[in-house]
């Protein structure tokens, strides 16, 4: 047999605990250890040397590519539509089973997430 408590139960013990126990009073030198902790702590840099050279590889990338597509020939940019074209055609006539599967896949995402949910406020 399970012997849990119920809630009000629960609360019940906890308010008589806090209403009967005796506190422990405050020492008084813990506002000088705080304060001593606090500003022995370095902060954190908020940006760092690997920031700004992971920025300045992705910028040097994106203007690669910007100058790429900029300076491509003519013929090239036309393959590159016509493709671009075919591509997008393709999707439209094989896309009869993406919607289920997207519907699908949004339903077990939510039913995941409604498991989530409810396993955390059991807790």
Not at 14 to 23: P, T
Not at 28 to 44: E, F, H, L, Y
């Amino acid at each position: 047999m399970d012997n849990r408590l119920t809630p009000q139960q629960e609360n019940a013990i906890i308010e008589d605990a806090l209403k009967n126990v005796l506190l422990a009073p405050m020492p008084r030198s813990i506002t000088p250890n705080v304060m001593a902790r606090i500003q022995k702590d370095v902060r954190p840099t908020l940006v760092t040397w690997k920031d700004f050279g992971m920025s300045l590889i992705i910028a040097l990338c994106f203007g690669a590519l910007l100058f790429a597509m900029q300076n491509l020939p003519p013929i090239m940019v036309a393959k590159l539509r016509i493709q671009g074209i075919l591509l997008y055609q393709d999707l439209l006539i094989n896309a009869h089973w993406l919607v289920p599967t997207l519907l699908f896949g949004f339903a077990v995402f939510l039913f995941a997430l409604t498991i989530q949910l409810t396993t955390d406020h059991r807790r």
